[in-house]
């Protein structure tokens, strides 16, 4: 039997916990909020992350990073961006060259541009590196948790690897495809998240179901350029990691970034939505660290250009929308 370990107690972190312990697999769950651990001994169920969902007896809870892992084959960690590399270095001299290591944050790392694989390749010893990949795709928590049929993408230098992976822990529930396209996958959910802001300040201004599929399908051909540039596929993009995730996230209110542009329509500060909010916006770092890369890659991606103009420089939203709409006219191209 498969031995897992899954870092990170948040709502994805303690999804993919229960999920893995509802099918029998031996699983750790590092939680890091001391109150969020008692809760869990002594309810078992995270009443902060993902209420309503009591864990089976497969899942154990633990306080320290080692006890998460050094008994694990197989590691996910569900942190958000901005701790990563912290998180890393804490697990490095841990694991071992028999180990898969596999990512579920969706962001990039702000002052590198790095995608969270490249950041473990840079900080994992080369002496005891683990096998690495990545784990996205139209997923929330709350509904991966309640068994609802999701798909997702798995993608990994060794096909193999993948696949084996992927016979492991696909069910009817969760339909698991592979990849080899790490930087696209990785790469698709964090601009994703920009996107979802940018459908929440839509929505807000009172825009309809024509400005939505506007927005999805000009954010779809800019996560495209962007990730080609970076040496992405763009097939990859029309999949579950990019196209997939892009509509979930910018049609729904349980995602996080959209939220953040609804509230934003509605006179509150940034400072003030993110405060009242009990997990990370993945996309308001994003769209710093996208507008930025984008900028050192010279791509054109006006979208993420105008949300980061709103967060970061104050501009009206309704400012935003209207230059975007008053750009030079042109050919489509995707």
Not at 166 to 189: A, F, M
Not at 296 to 313: A, F, S, T
Request: hydrophobic share 40%; aromatic share 8%; charged share 20%.
């Amino acid at each position: 039997m498969v031995k897992f370990g899954v870092i990170g107690a948040g709502s994805w972190g303690s999804a993919m916990a229960y999920y893995l312990g509802r099918l029998g697999f031996p699983t750790r769950l590092w939680v890091r909020e001391e109150e969020v651990l008692s809760d869990l001994l002594q309810t078992r169920v995270n009443h902060t992350f993902l209420p309503g969902y009591e864990f089976p007896v497969t899942v154990t809870f633990h306080r320290t990073i080692p006890e998460a892992i050094n008994d694990s084959e197989i590691i996910f960690v569900a942190v958000p961006s901005q701790f990563c590399r912290h998180i890393y270095q804490r697990m490095d001299e841990h694991l071992s060259k028999s180990q898969l290591v596999v990512s579920l944050t969706k962001g990039l790392e702000q002052k590198t541009y790095k995608t969270m694989t490249e950041v473990m390749e840079e900080v994992f010893s080369t002496t005891r590196k683990p096998k690495l990949a990545v784990l996205s795709g139209p997923s929330f928590a709350r509904e991966v948790a309640a068994g609802h049929p999701t798909a997702l993408v798995l993608a990994c230098k060794d096909p193999s690897l993948a696949r084996e992976l992927q016979e492991t822990i696909s069910s009817r529930q969760l339909r698991i495809y592979t990849s080899t396209d790490l930087v696209g996958v990785e790469l698709g959910g964090a601009v994703k998240n920009v996107m979802a802001i940018a459908a929440g300040i839509s929505v807000g201004l009172g825009y309809g179901y024509n400005s939505r599929a506007t927005l999805i399908t000009r954010g779809l051909v800019e996560m495209t350029r962007l990730g080609q540039a970076l040496g992405a596929r763009k097939e990859t993009f029309y999949g579950l990691a990019g196209l997939g995730d892009l509509v979930l996230t910018c049609t729904s209110e349980l995602s996080r970034n959209y939220r953040v542009g609804l509230e934003l329509t509605r006179g509150k500060s940034l400072r003030q939505i993110l405060s009242e909010m009990k997990m990370v916006a993945e996309g308001v770092r994003n769209t710093l660290t996208v507008h930025k890369l984008a900028l050192h890659k010279k791509i054109e991606m006006p979208i993420c250009h105008q949300v980061y103009e709103v967060l970061y420089r104050l501009k009206p939203a309704h400012k935003a929308l209207e230059e975007l709409m008053s750009r030079s006219l042109k050919e489509e191209k995707t």
